[in-house]
């Protein structure tokens, strides 16, 4: 089998230790390693050590020179929205001028209007338009990401949302975990009518639940559960569903208004609650007490303008587990670089550099159920690694903005160059 010798980096960070989420002060250790190398076998590591040692027991290794810069696991990413067509530039300019991002939704802007356009495309069309757009994701040091449907709104274009995902997954060589998103919005036909809210529910669980768990499309299923989107008893009945039919569970929470959502994630045992800038005491509680993962998208926040983020101090002080992602989609977090998130994650969720690094990946892999897998450069895990363009890990979030990715390896197999 192939063996590859990382040596002559500033830092290795490994994040090692337990194949589970990290809690409290555990996310404080990132594992910096200096005089480290890492040795690759196939698609694994297998070694992480003291250069010397690690060179003696690997002779005929193929050497990967990190030329003193940072190696560190490729970053997982554990929300996008990454398969659109048209980019909604126009959005930008409403809300600076006052009218907000549900307003925008209200007037069949927002979602909606992703939805219009992703109905209009073929699948070979949404595989086009993703591909270098999932490779800009790639260049900024992701190697794991996580992609939802939830832009078609109807049976057979939820499936086609699911089924470039597949395509995808098959012609990159980046880890994507797709998620089945068909509760993304009440589509406008459907709050058109009066029972058009309860049938389109219906459809979900009845339809697009049992079709997309036949083909095998989505590891896990997801529900906006919002004020004015789903509601708690709609996203129980629909996440219910979702766990018969075999998919791991993630809920969209307490985004713009608190309703109930991290409670209602933390009662189902879902893998994550996503956003969670509005999540109330009770939620805090809720999720400091669950396997849930609080995942944090201070970039969404940041884009729509709001000065409010998710109150990421206290959810670590009250023992939950959190994680970073980018949120990428084309209405609330157009950015492609995961980095600049975790510089939020430090100037705005009042995170030390530790904290995000970690929340970006062993908490990111847990998020998706990958933490025996991604997430650490550790004997036996995937060769998913990243190597940084800088002397040392603080700088990850201190060039904010900059793309210091140079390099980028998933199962072994470079990504990035
Ligand atoms: O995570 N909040 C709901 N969904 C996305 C936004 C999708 C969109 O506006 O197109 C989010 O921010
Ligand atoms: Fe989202």
Redesign the pocket.
Known sequence: MSERLFLHAAQVITCAGAPRARRGAELREAGVERGAAVLVRGDRIAAVGPQEVILRGAPDAEIVDCGGRVLMPGLVDSHT?AIFGKPRYEEQEMRAAGHDYMAIAAAGG??HS?VRDVRQRSEDELVALALPRLRRLASHGTTTLEVKSGYGLSLDDELKMLRTIRRLSALLPMRLVPTFLGA?EIPQEARARTEGRREYVDVIVRQMIPAVASEGLASFADV?CEPGVFTVDETREILTAARQAGLGLKL?AD?LRPGGGAELAAELGAVSAD?LAAISESGIRALAGASTVATL?PG?MLFLGKTRQAPARELVEAGAAIALAS?F?????PTPNFPLVLTLGVSQLHLSVAEVVVAATVNGAAALGLAGEVGQLAPGFSADLALFDIEDVREIPYWYGDRRCHRSWVRGNEVHH
């Open positions: 929205h927002g979602i992703s993304h906006f969209h985004e956003h998208l969404t949120d989609n084309p209405g609330t977090s």
